[in-house]
T-cell receptor
Framework: EDQVTQSPEALRLQEGESSSLNCSYT??????LFWYRQDPGKGPEFLFT???AGEEKEKERLKATLTKKESFLHITAPKPEDSATYLC???????????FGTGTRLTIIP | GAGVSQSPRYKVAKRGQDVALRCDPI?????LFWYQQALGQGPEFLTY????????KSGLPSDRFFAERPEGSVSTLKIQRTQQEDSAVYLC????????????????FGAGSRLTVL
């Protein structure tokens, strides 16, 4: 069974203080690993898809990386508007559904 | 439309009532998914359609849950005889495979329908 574990559950950072969020996964055969951002009262918003170990993708202050067992979402010099819950999900080959982790709730303090 | 539209945004039901939640996906999106998100948790898969065909309903928690997409566009999730444990946000997502390399679905989510069962 596909499993996704995210850590930490919650993270409070000062504005400008860089850090990383972790997503550990087990999947039968990885077709794609996804990062989504979710603001309160809204649906998840797509950030990145990673397909193979060693791949990296960047968007503004965010960079996602992938190994065979985990993915990291690095946040560089975050701003208060980066505060949100960040969700990781995996999509295996032969299956259309995404299996999500429970998310990391990130708070950036001005 | 520009995004995935869900209605109602909020629904309060008395235990035992039937509810229907509607999802209007992005025009042209073939795949449609329903997820359930409890407070403080990640979304949990319920069911998946490709056009009008329901290809996977393995996540539906009981036979009180039923989903349909009769014309391959709008979908309805129906919950019969609601129970308190059904209280959650129900998210709809649609997708159009754009990545030829792997074909992994990029899901676009709606804002969700928050169901509270009293």
């Amino acid at each position: 069974e596909d499993q996704v574990t995210q850590s930490p559950e919650a993270l409070r950072l000062q504005e400008g203080e860089s850090s990383s969020l972790n997503c550990s996964y087990t999947v039968s055969g990885l077709r794609g690993l996804f990062w989504y951002r979710q603001d309160p009262g809204k649906g998840p918003e797509f950030l990145f898809t990673l397909y193979s170990a060693g791949e990296e993708k960047e968007k503004e202050r965010l960079k996602a990386t992938l190994t065979k067992k985990e993915s990291f979402l690095h946040i560089t010099a975050p701003k208060p508007e980066d505060s949100a819950t960040y969700l990781c999900a995996v999509n295996p080959f032969g299956n259309e559904k995404l299996t999500f982790g429970t998310g990391t709730r990130l708070t950036i303090i001005p | 439309g520009a995004g995935v539209s869900q209605s109602p945004r909020y629904k309060v039901a008395k235990r035992g009532q039937d509810v229907a939640l509607r999802c209007d996906p992005i025009s042209g999106h073939v795949s449609l998914f329903w997820y359930q998100q409890a407070l403080g948790q990640g979304p949990e898969f319920l069911t998946y359609f490709q056009n009008e065909a329901q290809l996977d309903k393995s996540g539906l928690p009981s036979d009180r849950f039923f989903a349909e997409r009769p014309e391959g566009s709008v979908s309805t999730l129906k919950i019969q005889r609601t129970q308190q444990e059904d209280s959650a946000v129900y998210l709809c997502a649609s997708s159009l495979v754009t990545d030829i390399y792997s074909g992994a679905n990029v899901l676009t989510f709606g804002a969700g329908s928050r169901l509270t069962v009293l």
